[in-house]
């Protein structure tokens, strides 16, 4: 059974910083592409960052230059480090392996003062 275990959520202050973490299990990770997505409310979920299996990365717009998507195979685990956090990405932070329905269940981040 494939599962997917994102964590590192919570509230933090405009310009400060997050990292989130997502634990797969039942799944070796190492051969697929793993995206990072947010959904806030009544809004459509969308893509905040991509990486390949071989660890080429790709930005939306919108966080490209404070986001970084990694990787680390030999634990399983996709990470994303946010930096300059503003109010708009406020939102539920869902990991997923690309082009599969494995989703993981979403960690909520909040950016206020």
């Known amino acids: 059974q494939v599962q997917l275990v994102e964590s590192g959520g919570g509230l933090v202050q405009p310009g400060g910083s997050l990292s989130v973490s997502c634990a797969a299990s039942?799944?070796?990770?190492?051969?697929?592409?793993m995206g990072w997505y947010r959904q806030s409310p009544g809004k459509q979920r969308e893509l905040v960052a991509s990486i390949t299996s071989g660890g080429s990365t790709n930005y939306a717009d919108s966080v490209k230059g404070r986001f970084t998507i990694s990787r680390d195979n030999a634990k399983n685990t996709v990470y994303l480090q946010m930096n300059s956090l503003e109010p708009k990405d406020t939102a539920v932070y869902y990991c997923?392996?690309?082009?599969?329905?494995?989703w993981g269940q979403g960690t909520q981040v909040t950016v206020s003062s």
């Open positions: 997923n392996v690309r082009y599969t329905g494995f």
């Open positions: 039942g799944i070796r990770i190492s051969i697929y592409a």
